[in-house]
């Protein structure tokens, strides 16, 4: 029911009655139930407050979200430095799985040592007997990495004898990987790959106690063939 001004409001008798200035006709409008239904719908007359209990969680993650984030959602200093820790610790996690050397990363390649030994093997050569005597004169001369170079044909050629791989000179060293049926040997023999071509072909110089690392492990991988 729409009510006129006279409805809503009785004048107090103990006022002075003052004269209206403006004596027109005034023409009240009431709004349709139709049209106050459909304005009470609409969202953004939806006054009711949020009564929702945030749980010990939800309030914990708002909590920590206050440090990371400032007023306008961007991300703070704190936030930037807990994304590029993040970035950090995935990179970090990758590399492991990878099996590469952490110190790799920080040591730029130097001038390596090289010396006349020919490894352009054929596929006579790897049975040759002057792998033993490549590897005697690296480790003579400190070429370490010309020496892990050795340790890995000697690798392939234990495998070989024991027919764990067809040696061919025109394969790569995955597809060596993939012939490889011994779960076990596969496995070390992925981590030799990793670590004889981060060596090789990354052209990295080794200590003489980075290159007895190498060498304990090749021995032990070569033994393990051997007496299997």
Not at 64 to 69: A, E, G, P, T, W
Not at 115 to 131: C, G, H, V, Y
Not at 188 to 207: A, D, H, T
Request: charged share 20%; aromatic share 14%; glycine share 2%.
């Amino acid at each position: 029911m729409c009510l006129g001004v006279h409805a809503l409001a009785q004048p107090d008798s103990t006022y002075t009655q003052v004269e209206a200035w403006d004596n027109s006709i005034v023409d009240y409008r009431c709004a349709s139930a139709d049209t106050i239904a459909y304005y009470k719908s609409l969202e953004e007359y939806q006054y009711t407050s949020n009564t929702e209990i945030l749980n010990w969680w939800q309030e914990l993650v708002n909590w920590l979200l206050s440090f990371i984030r400032i007023s306008d959602g961007s991300l703070s200093l704190i936030g930037w430095l807990i994304l590029l820790i993040a970035v950090a610790v995935i990179v970090f996690i990758i590399i492991r799985l990878l099996g590469v050397p952490i110190k790799g990363l920080f040591v730029f390649s130097k001038s390596t040592k090289v010396t006349q030994l020919n490894f352009a093997l054929s596929n006579m050569d790897i049975e040759s007997e002057e792998l033993e005597k490549m590897m005697k004169v690296s480790i003579q001369n400190k070429a370490y990495r010309e020496a892990t170079r050795v340790l890995f044909l000697l690798s392939l050629r234990a495998l070989h004898r024991k027919n764990h791989i067809e040696w061919n000179a025109f394969k790569t060293d995955r597809d060596y990987y993939y012939e490889v049926k011994n779960q076990q040997l596969k496995e070390k023999f992925l981590l030799l790959i990793r670590q004889y071509e981060y060596v090789w072909f990354g052209k990295f110089e080794l200590s003489e106690p980075e290159f007895e690392s190498i060498n304990s492990d090749y021995k032990q991988f070569i033994n393990q063939i051997t007496t299997n």
